[in-house]
């Protein structure tokens, strides 16, 4: 681990090493202890089920009085989720605390993932596919998990 990095990433990071959470893997770069490569499994029963979801995680100086930065490297049809990949979830932004961990935050964007949010959009064209036809919009994301986040 690298040295002057505040206990508290350090511990987190440990934490996560050793106990990881179920379908959610978060290794630090090598060269930056604030960077986290991170994959997500798409949860089951959701429309991004047997997907495998990049994400790149970082903690900005501030941590933990700021949230970290996270962003969806794979592409991903949600409505909670833009194309640039940032995310639209309460505890990146004003619901941020500094008793929240890095695997909060993970498990959180999890939730997200089984559970699509269309009235609190940062997609609207996808929040309102998902409003006025589900079906569509579930289709649309299977088929982009298929085409986007399946390991080959």
Known sequence: MAAGLPK???K???RLMQEPVSGIEAVPDDNNARYFHVVVAGPRDSPFEGGTFKLELFLPEEYPMSAPKVRFMTKIYHPN???LGRICLDILKDKW???LQIRTVLLSIQALLSAPNP???LDTTVAEQWKTNEA????????????YAQRT
């Open 136 to 147: 569509v919009a579930i289709q649309t994301a299977r088929q982009w998990t298929r085409q």
């Open 12 to 14: 987190e990071t440990q």
């Open 119 to 121: 009235d609190d959009p």
């Open 81 to 83: 989720i833009d194309k």
């Open 97 to 99: 605390s500094p008793a």
């Open 8 to 10: 508290r990433i350090l």
